[in-house]
T-cell receptor
Framework: KAGVTQTPRYLIKTRGQQVTLSCSPI?????VSWYQQTPGQGLQFLFE???????NKGNFPGRFSGRQFSNSRSEMNVSTLELGDSALYLC??????????????FGNGTRLTVT | GENVGLHLPTLSVQEGDNSIINCAYS??????FIWYKQESGKGPQFIID?????DKRQGQRVTVLLNKTVKHLSLQIAATQPGDSAVYFC???????????FGQGTELSVKP
């Protein structure tokens, strides 16, 4: 079974631009979560989608948004990029919503660099 | 606020020795914990989990111990191998959906 697939793997953008990252969950998984990983803040939760609905959101500004499609694939968008948005963005999928009900399986991330 | 935290940011062990990675948590209501391994250039990989009705759970070469009295858990890796070199995170699910609260991670280095 294929794992979580994230595209692109690397991305370089300039300040003020916007970016869209894509995530394909493991087949059959209906929940997709997004995390930001930086050396200073570690792994921080962005949001979770289940059945095309945002179920939970972390403490990030409104510039960070996401959506989920009917096939469970998900995208996240960051508008008006700032230097501090440089990070590894990780997507994780699970069978059901709620990290206690089924483990999260992570993709290898998209490395975003903002210059 | 952060619920889980690791004791040491780095740990160096000799190949073949046992490794112990520690994690403390603050929320006494936490009842489920997960350990993840993150190798360079990859996303976190699920290793093992434990629920609060257990004190110990064993996997292949790994054991997780949970001490609810002092709110501490540890990951023990037996006969550590070079392939075990990675950053290890303990994580605690928030009660709201798919949110995991991660510790800062311990980087394990295995010396040949």
């Amino acid at each position: 079974k294929a794992g979580v697939t994230q595209t692109p793997r690397y991305l370089i953008k300039t300040r003020g631009q916007q970016v869209t990252l894509s995530c394909s969950p493991i087949s059959g998984h209906r929940s997709v979560s997004w995390y930001q990983q930086t050396p200073g803040q570690g792994l921080q939760f962005l949001f979770e989608y289940f059945s095309e609905t945002q179920r939970n959101k972390g403490n990030f500004p409104g510039r960070f948004s996401g959506r989920q499609f009917s096939n469970s694939r998900s995208e996240m968008n960051v508008s008006t990029l700032e230097l501090g948005d440089s990070a590894l963005y990780l997507c994780a999928s699970s069978l059901e919503t709620g990290a206690e009900s089924s483990p999260l399986h992570f993709g290898n991330g998209t490395r975003l660099t903002v210059t | 606020g952060e619920n889980v935290g690791l004791h040491l940011p780095t740990l160096s062990v000799q190949e073949g020795d046992n490794s112990i990675i520690n994690c403390a948590y603050s929320n006494s209501a936490s009842d489920y914990f997960i350990w993840y391994k993150q190798e360079s250039g990859k996303g976190p990989q699920f290793i093992i989990d434990i629920r609060s009705n257990m004190d110990k759970r064993q996997g292949q070469r790994v054991t997780v111990l949970l001490n609810k009295t002092v709110k501490h858990l540890s990951l023990q890796i037996a006969a550590t191998q070079p392939g075990d070199s990675a950053v290890y995170f303990c994580a605690d699910p928030d009660n709201q959906g798919g949110k995991l609260i991660f510790g800062q991670g311990t980087e394990l280095s295995v010396k040949p």
